[in-house]
Nanobody, 116 residues
Framework: QVQLMESGGDLVQPGGSLRLACTTSSGMFTVYTVGWYRQAPGKQRELVASIPRFWSRDAITYADSVQGRFTISRDNDKNTVYLDMNMLKSEDTGVYFC???????WGPGTQVTVSA
């Protein structure tokens, strides 16, 4: 298992921005495929974005609902994967989790609330 911790969730107005961070103390993050998921109240957890292992030729992926508004990226020196979220909408509200695909490891999540 990989130990993960999310941060950066907050209450923000529609149209605002947030940066979420997923960090690990379990070693080099570059060897893993990392995904950001979210779960809204009463709904299933859904994949928002994923970033492949550092050397992989696989593409970064985004859910259609966030394409053009969210950006996933890595800082290899900090062992951190970020999710930059812009033009936030009320439907972006939920608990955001990061996940390592290869080990199916999850963090505890961070709450994002988009509301006026």
């Amino acid at each position: 298992q990989v130990q993960l911790m999310e941060s950066g969730g907050d209450l923000v107005q529609p149209g605002g921005s947030l940066r979420l961070a997923c960090t690990t103390s379990s070693g080099m993050f570059t060897v893993y495929t990392v995904g950001w998921y979210r779960q809204a109240p009463g709904k299933q957890r859904e994949l928002v974005a994923s970033i492949p292992r550092f050397w992989s030729r696989d593409a970064i992926t985004y859910a259609d609902s966030v394409q053009g508004r969210f950006t996933i990226s890595r800082d290899n020196d900090k062992n951190t994967v970020y999710l930059d979220m812009n033009m936030l909408k009320s439907e972006d509200t939920g608990v955001y989790f990061c996940n390592v695909f290869e080990t199916n490891s999850w963090g505890p999540g961070t709450q994002v609330t988009v509301s006026a």
